[in-house]
Structure formats: C-alpha cells, structure tokens
C-alpha cells in the first residue's frame, strides 16, 4: 500500500512499538497470584510470547480455573498503583518523535491492552498534548482491525497509518486495509509490511520529510 504524503494520521501500537513494560507487566502479575493464593509466576519471557494478544487469551492460558475474577480485580487495582509508579522503558527518540510528529500528523495509540494501560502509559510518557485518542480492546472488545476502523470513522481519518511491531500487528493492519510500518527494535518479527525502520528516530524522520520535502 502507498505511504505518501497524504498520510494524515499515525496509529501506533504501544508494547514494543513505544515502551518495553514486559518486567513491570510480569512483576503485577505476580503480585496478583500471590494475592489469590495462587503458586503461579510468569517471567518476562513467558509473558513477552504472549505480548499483542487480548488480555483475555492471556488470562485463560495464564490463570488457574475458578480464579479469573478475582485475578482481573486483582490485576485492575495493582495497574492502577503499579504501572504510574514502575512504568517501562520508552525506546530512545519516542518523547521527542511524537511531539514533532504532532506538528504534522493526528497521533493516536491502539493496542490489546485493557482499558487502563493506555492512558496510563500516555501520562508516563510525557506525550498528552500530542495523542488525538487513544483505544484498546479493553475499550470495546474488539480486534485491533476494528479499532483502527472506528477510530478512522470517529475523527475522520482519510489516510492512516498503523504502526506496529509484530506480525500479528500486520495481519490487523492488511484486515483494517490501511499500510502497515514495521519497528523491527520491537518484539516481533514480520515479513509483511509496507515500510520498515530500526529506531523511533529515523520513523519520525521519514514522516516528517513527507511533509516538509526535506531530504533525509
């Protein structure tokens, strides 16, 4: 699909695409185990093959049978404590890229997470004035294909963008019918996109030029 300079709005993803949180996702997760009683404990590994997918997978693969509400009670309150609190660690260039990026493009954040995380991560990053919106499966218990449709009809985007770093983000954005961008620092690995970049920098760069006519 063409990325050109009609472009008129960035969608990213947030885990692997923004900030890496995987240790601070692992470290509540416990917490919430314990909490329930549970011997259960994820490591970062465990969880990282599992990142992108909607939270209620993950639970019915992770949680013991009979505990899943009292896990996700668990899971909602030590968020809401935890995550401001340990955060993550936001790939180099983001806080810079997206305020730049703000000047040209509406910015938005779209991810499988729940409801929660991604105003969350939206004040931890520094990045509030510069997203449009942002939503997640845990907003409307939909796929991300769907989210990226309902965010195009509810602000009218006429070309977006989805940007993402695993195949499974690809799927959703050839589902969405809009192009996908490829982070390959992130988590993933994919063969399908439309435009591929090594670091948050030279993405910011590219979309920048499309604007401005600058050569990079």
């Not at 809401?80 to 609190?85: A, G, I, T």
């Not at 770093?165 to 490829?182: H, K």
Request: glycine share 6%; net charge negative; aromatic share 12%.
């Amino acid at each position: 699909m063409a990325i050109d300079n009609l472009t008129d709005a960035l969608i990213f993803d947030m885990d692997g695409t923004l900030w890496d949180a995987v240790e601070t996702y692992a470290t509540i997760w416990n917490m919430a185990f314990e909490e329930i009683g549970s011997t259960t404990r994820i490591g970062r590994n465990e969880l990282l093959a599992y990142m992108g997918t909607p939270i209620d997978k993950i639970l019915a693969h992770f949680v013991p049978e009979g505990y899943a509400q009292s896990f996700i009670e668990a899971i909602n309150r030590l968020e809401v404590s935890e995550l401001p609190r340990r955060g993550g660690t936001l790939y180099p260039g983001v806080t810079d890229g997206i305020a730049k990026l703000a000047q040209y493009y509406k910015l938005f954040v779209l991810s499988n997470c729940d409801e929660r995380e991604l105003p969350i991560f939206v004040r931890y990053a520094g990045i509030t004035p510069y997203i449009t919106d942002v939503l997640s499966y845990g907003d409307t218990r939909l796929q991300k294909a769907e989210n990226m449709q309902l965010l195009s009809q509810r602000h009218n985007l006429h070309h977006p963008i989805y940007v993402g770093d695993t195949d499974g983000d690809s799927r959703e954005s050839r589902r969405a019918d809009i192009p996908f961008v490829w982070v390959s620092y992130g988590f993933g690995k994919t063969d399908d996109y439309d435009l591929r970049f090594d670091s948050f920098d030279a993405l910011a760069r590219h979309f920048i030029s499309l604007k401005t006519n600058n050569t990079l």
